[in-house]
């Protein structure tokens, strides 16, 4: 099991950048595929990107790509989500999500994602 916390949400105009980090814990993180959810009033969570475990493969969704960028760093423990040229619809609360450790590749399903943060807050105004 992975423990895991976000951080670096917050308010923002549109156009401009946030950075979100979370940091995770045991012994199987550098293992382990990763995810960025987000979920917004109303609306069921997607995903909007994943890196495979060594980081080396991407996928986005189509409604972030070229803006946002998932990275990761497996001797920190930590995962990133750089988001440039906000939108406002781009307001919800943003999660990261750990997959079961050893798999291979990038995965878009919700259901491979087995632990979860607690989500931070990213609210983009006009």
């Known amino acids: 099991q992975v423990q895991l916390v976000e951080s670096g949400g917050g308010l923002v105009q549109a156009g401009g950048s946030l950075r979100l980090s979370c940091a995770g814990s045991?012994?199987?993180?550098?293992?382990?595929?990763m995810a960025w959810f987000r979920q917004a009033p109303g609306k069921e969570r997607e995903i909007i990107a994943a890196?495979?475990?060594?980081?080396?493969?991407?996928s986005y969704h189509e409604s972030v790509k070229g803006r946002f960028t998932i990275s990761r760093d497996n001797a920190k423990n930590m995962m990133y989500l750089q988001m440039n040229s906000l939108k406002p619809e781009d307001t919800a609360v943003y999660f990261c999500?750990?997959?079961?450790?050893?798999?291979?590749?990038?995965?878009?399903?919700?259901?491979?994602?087995?632990?979860w943060g607690q989500g931070t807050q990213v609210t983009v105004s006009s």
């Open positions: 999500a750990a997959a079961k450790p050893g798999l291979l590749g990038t995965f878009s399903s919700r259901s491979i994602y087995k632990d």
């Open positions: 045991g012994p199987s993180f550098n293992m382990t595929p």
């Open positions: 890196i495979s475990w060594g980081g080396s493969s991407t």
